[in-house]
């Protein structure tokens, strides 16, 4: 057995937040600046992990050794390292590795723009490639994601008390098959339009772009966001009454996942209210404003944000603007979409965690980021859902691991009727968790396949989706929504770039 200490697993969680913030101050800002943010931020997290309750939890060696190997080939299976085909998500990911590694920092292009957005992800990875090149640099970030998984995959154990082989199987599979039930959405809207149309044959589709996106493809497309944004909330969940060191594991979140760390600022503020509830204001007060939530606040998240904001604030097309979805004629694709999307896994839940305030949380967002657009393919709904589905993801976890309800004894005679209602809504979960995990499981074993067939006849290069040398490339091709996402137009007269 592998006894995890709990103080050194957050150490690592901050390693892999932190590494690219620290190659970041000092390769963007003077030093001067770099200095002092990044001995603040050193100081924050050493008493961070200091102030952490020490506990430990056991994995056994080959459990442990299977959840490395399974998380490293589904990584595979979704593009990392180049071995397996890549979604078209990868031609910017690619560009932007290749600027970080090939131009000086920060990274400006001939039209006077620089390179702003997306980047936390990749910056460690690209002050290594302008050493050791470009496929070097590629296997080195997918090692640092590989880390960032199981690092992930520890604290779900460790917050699910999953503490026997079969909860930690499901716990590795749940972490890349879990998905929304987009295949029971297809079949009701199919029926619906059928329907619909054979009344009204003028009918037509509605034009909206929503959608919440599987776990296995949120990997394969926007990596970068979600493994940091994954962490940071297995973080968060692995202790909700511990809010000392929470903001020293958020921030960083700022260079990672902008759409994440929206949903993710309203979980701590139920935190805080939670506490505030169960506790005086004077301890509530004492557990938040720490000493390391204060400074990473003051020397981080200004610095971060200053960054941001020429790309935030720029002018865009207003299709790429904030907006309310119209749904005028066709509510009927909003509503089978969250019946299917959220309605079902949430009246699952109702019985079990009807009082949870992030269960609450997690349906409300999902109801309602389904009814605004935010760029041109909806990053807003089919990123920032991501939050609330992982909530979904541990709830029904802990609905199936603990099904008895602990505030009932055996001597009451309900419990048997009680017990009998948790294990059929545990085994409704069961059947609509794995009829949704088909089609991600489809698409990483094509994907493998795919990958293998084309590694055996050398044709490995194919799988490369880098269609681009440099991110200015994709100013020929058009692509309005990659032009206005990753530049800061003008730099030179943005703050932060002066």
């Given amino acids: 057995m592998v006894k995890i200490n709990s103080k050194k697993l957050k150490l690592c969680s901050y390693s892999f937040l932190y590494v690219n913030i620290f190659i970041f101050l000092f390769g963007f800002l003077k030093l001067y600046i770099a200095l002092p943010a990044a001995a603040i931020c050193g100081a924050a997290i050493y008493l961070s992990i200091r102030n952490t309750k020490e506990s430990f939890f056991t994995i056994s060696k080959t ?37 970080l590694i090939n131009k000086p920092w920060p990274v400006y292009y001939n039209d006077g723009s620089a390179l702003s957005y997306y980047i936390g992800y990749f910056i460690f990875p690209g002050a290594a490639g302008k050493l050791v090149g470009f496929r070097a640099a590629y296997w080195l970030m997918y090692l640092y994601g590989l880390y960032g998984m ?212 997690a349906v409300i967002g999902l109801l309602i980021l389904p009814l605004f657009q935010w760029g041109l393919y909806n990053d807003l709904c089919t990123r920032t859902s991501s939050v609330g589905l992982f909530i979904f993801m541990i709830l029904i976890m802990a609905q199936w691991f603990e099904p008895e309800n602990p505030a009932l004894t055996q001597k009451n005679h309900k419990i048997l009727r009680i017990k009998s209602a948790d294990r059929l809504c545990g085994t409704a979960l069961a059947i609509i968790v794995g009829f949704s995990a088909i089609n991600p499981m489809s698409l990483a074993l094509t994907a493998m396949t795919t990958g293998a067939s084309n590694f055996s006849n050398h044709r490995v290069s194919a799988n490369l989706c880098d269609p681009y040398t440099t991110l200015e490339d994709i100013e020929k091709h058009n692509l309005i929504d990659v032009k206005y996402n990753y530049f800061t137009f003008d730099a030179k007269n943005d703050f932060f770039f002066k």
């Fill in 150 to 361: 199981v690092l992930i995959y520890l604290h779900l154990v460790r917050m699910l008390k999953a503490e026997n082989a079969k909860k930690q199987v499901i716990t590795l599979l749940m972490l890349f098959l879990f998905a929304n039930c987009e295949s029971l959405k297809t079949i009701f809207t199919d029926i619906w339009i059928g329907m619909v149309k054979y009344l009204n044959p003028s009918y037509g589709n509605a034009g909206v772009m929503i959608g919440f996106t599987p776990f296995f493809t949120l990997y394969a497309s926007v990596f970068n966001q979600i493994i940091p944004a994954f962490l940071v909330l297995s973080m968060f969940f692995s202790d909700t009454e511990d809010l000392g060191g929470v903001a020293v594991a958020a921030v960083p979140l700022i260079l990672y996942s902008p759409f994440q760390i929206i949903f993710i600022f309203i979980l701590v503020i139920i935190a805080i209210i939670r506490f505030i509830l169960k506790n005086k204001l004077k301890a509530t007060v004492k557990e938040i404003f720490t000493i390391e939530n204060i400074a990473v606040l003051l020397a981080l998240a200004p610095i971060l944000l200053l960054y941001l904001r020429g790309n935030i604030t720029g002018e865009r097309p207003d299709v790429l603007k904030f907006h309310r979805l119209s749904y005028s004629g066709h509510w009927g694709t909003y509503f089978i979409f969250i019946i299917t999307q959220v309605v079902l896994y949430a009246a699952l839940l109702l019985r079990r965690f009807y009082k949870n305030p992030y269960f609450i949380a």
């Fill in 63 to 99: 459990m442990l050794i299977a959840a490395v190997a399974t998380l490293g080939l589904v990584l595979i299976a979704a593009g990392h390292g180049g071995i397996c085909g890549q979604y078209a998500d990868w031609s910017a990911r690619n560009a932007i590795l290749r600027d």
